[in-house]
């Protein structure tokens, strides 16, 4: 069997957790089908996978229109698979126009639903509006739908009620525990100016409001004197966004030390060793189908304190592996509700988020022995609750599944 894997991410170029998704999968299933990896970017040096640049817009253009040119150039280059699978709105519309152009199954992997970010209309304008229709068309003939969580496949039956329940299936994203592992050595950390002996509380992921870090940031005032805060920031997504963080950051660092900023994609031996050395690993996202980096930090050892939404409750066991925060979002629309697009998925009560992530992190920091047997329950989770090589079974099973309805 031949699949042709479509995806905006894959290495280098990967920013995200779909693209390390898109990674580890093509990995996996390739010790058991042939797979050609067709990704946006610059071309990949890899046996079996081309790279696309994304076209510029013309001037004025939205850079939506970039992506789908892309993927128009993709899409006749399928020709000869036996099935095409898309990752992200990114890739949607190439596997869609792909199963069309060739008549194939087309099978989608969800890692997000853009009716359920709906901040992005502030930060793409028009565009926002061009990757809600890229994926809404899609979603409605792909031949199967992937949720990466129970809770993602909730959600894809409720924002597009017009798919067939049947349609949507849950493989759960995997960890690799040989390359996610506990890492004792130290360089990562004194390269960087991290004391080894202070408690350290780790965060890492993208500065955007999908991650909430600027809640981690207020609640930082509440954390004990020596703990120390490590950010390991990936690219904002707007201006706006750098500068409310930015100004957090140095509101923070006035009032106190340890307070380590690591901008842009650091090498993994050096990740490695933070979430080892880490008292606490913190995910204080608004909004995540899976959270990948969570299961990172477990392989790691390390307990996790994270948002209870979406798949988090899924990877995180409460009281077992980690603290799960209490969470209920801001409608879009709601009554009483400043802006719309900007607040819509923020708390409820922002104060209250703020202080449940100092509680709950403070209450590990308080107990290391709790802290050590949560990091233990974590490692054995991941390692034996998730697999790529399961992830890859299942997945190659719905492609079976799926070329038998045709």
Not at 191 to 215: A, C, E, M, N
Not at 220 to 244: H, K, R
Not at 294 to 301: H, P, V
Request: aromatic fraction near 4%; glycine fraction near 10%; proline fraction near 9%.
């Amino acid at each position: 069997m031949r699949v042709d894997l479509l995806t905006r991410e894959y290495p280098p170029e990967v920013y995200g957790g779909a693209g390390v998704h898109a990674a580890e999968l093509t990995r996996a299933l390739r010790r058991i089908a042939d797979v050609r990896v067709r990704s946006l970017g610059r071309p990949v040096p890899e046996p079996g996978t081309t790279g696309y640049p994304t076209p510029p817009p013309p001037p004025g253009g939205n850079p939506a229109l970039g992506f789908l040119g892309a993927g128009l150039a993709m899409a006749p280059d399928v020709a000869g698979a036996d099935l095409v699978h898309s990752h992200t709105w990114y890739a949607n519309a190439a596997g869609h126009l792909a199963g069309l152009l060739h008549g194939i199954p087309h099978v989608m992997t969800m890692h997000s639903l853009e009716p359920l970010r709906p901040w992005k209309a502030a930060q793409l304008g028009g565009g926002y509006a061009v990757s809600s229709w890229l994926e809404r068309s899609a979603v409605a003939e792909a031949d199967l739908v992937v949720a990466v969580s129970a809770a993602m496949r909730e959600d894809v039956l409720a924002v597009y009620p017009q798919v067939d329940p049947a349609r949507v299936r849950v493989v759960h994203n995997g960890i690799d525990t040989e390359a996610h592992r506990p890492d004792r050595r130290l360089d990562g950390l004194l390269r960087h100016g991290i004391d080894p002996y202070r408690p350290l509380v780790l965060f890492v992921g993208r500065v955007t409001r999908q991650k909430g870090l600027q809640h981690l940031l207020r609640a930082a005032f509440e954390l004990p004197p020596d703990a120390q805060l490590v950010l390991c920031c990936g690219q904002p997504d707007t201006p706006e966004i750098a500068a409310e963080t930015a100004a957090l950051v140095d509101d923070l660092k006035a009032g106190r030390d340890g307070v380590v900023r690591l901008d842009g994609m650091l090498d993994a031996p050096t990740v490695r060793q933070l979430m080892t050395h880490a008292s606490v690993f913190v995910c204080p996202s608004v909004y995540e189908p899976m959270g990948i980096v969570n299961l990172e930090a477990m392989a790691c050892g390390t307990p996790v304190v994270a948002t209870a939404t979406g798949g988090i409750p899924e990877v995180v066991v409460d009281g077992a592996t980690g603290l799960l925060v209490p969470f209920e979002a801001r409608p879009a629309g709601a009554a009483g509700v400043p802006g719309s697009a900007d607040d819509a998925g923020e708390p409820v009560d922002p104060g209250r988020f703020a202080k449940d992530l100092a509680a709950a992190v403070n209450r590990l920091l308080d107990d290391p022995d709790l802290a050590d047997r949560m990091g233990a329950a974590g490692r054995e989770r991941a390692r034996s609750h998730f697999s790529w090589d399961r992830a890859a079974e299942r997945t190659l099973a719905l492609y079976r599944e799926a070329l038998a309805a045709r």
